[in-house]
């Protein structure tokens, strides 16, 4: 079945330096979502991509898909503390509403 | 304040013994969705409804059972079957009737099999 494959599984970095996660797939993405999950909790929804080369800004978090939509990332710009958790990407495929197939996640921890 | 209600928080079962999860949204969302996490392997589907009295297996169902009397409530049991319980289960509901493509999950429920 569709796999989506998230690197690297961990990343630790210190305060103020910038961080990426990588999502990718051996097929085409219909869609692409990215959700965090702080430590002790659940994910939470960040944003969702959906065109070939798109770009979104969320503050200091830049989300890119690839040009064949079979990637997409994630950098987050001078990394806080409050940025530590789990990040997913996840396939929202393409009619199967809510069947989201998820990445392995990438757990940040920001050093101080 | 909307949202999904997720029940108990911990929980620790003996092995051979069901539990049953809760599961309640007053968000009005048809489809529900339960999803299993263990530590490096992401979220799994276990099952899912897109609407009562109707529903699906996901990727990992073995051990499972779901029912969906009502909208707003999707009950997951975790049998004796499932070799493997141990793990931390989140449900969901997504609002597909209305295009937001956006899955909201609850806090989620910590099984431990001792």
């Known amino acids: 079945g569709q796999q989506v494959m998230q690197i690297p599984q961990y990343q630790h970095v210190q305060e103020g330096e910038d961080f990426t996660t990588y999502c990718n797939s051996s097929?085409?993405?219909?869609?692409i979502q990215w959700y965090k999950q702080r430590p002790g909790g659940h994910p939470v929804f960040l944003i969702q991509l959906v065109k070939s080369g798109e770009v979104k800004k969320q503050k200091r978090l830049t989300f890119q898909f690839g040009e064949a939509k079979k990637n997409s990332s994630l950098h987050i710009t001078a990394t806080q503390t409050t940025d530590v958790g789990t990040y997913f990407c996840?396939?929202?495929?393409?009619?199967?509403?809510?069947?989201?197939?998820f990445g392995q996640g990438t757990i940040l921890t920001v050093h101080p | 304040d909307g949202g999904i209600t997720q029940s108990p928080k911990y929980l620790f079962r003996k092995e051979g013994q069901n539990v049953t999860l809760s599961c309640e949204q007053n968000?009005?969302?048809?489809?529900m969705y339960w999803y299993r996490q263990d530590p490096g392997q992401g979220l799994r589907l276990i099952y899912y409804?897109?609407?009562?009295?109707?529903?699906q297996k996901g990727d990992i169902a073995e051990g499972y059972s779901v029912s969906r009397e009502k909208k707003e409530s999707f009950p997951l049991t975790v049998t004796s079957a499932q070799k493997n319980p141990t793990a931390f289960y989140l449900c969901a509901s997504y609002d597909w009737l209305s295009g937001a493509n956006v899955l909201t999950f609850g806090a989620g429920s910590r099984l431990t099999v001792l």
């Open positions: 409804s897109q609407i009562v009295n109707d529903f």
């Open positions: 996840a396939d929202a495929g393409g009619t199967s509403y809510g069947k989201l197939t």
């Open positions: 097929t085409t993405l219909s869609n």
């Open positions: 968000l009005n969302h048809d489809a």
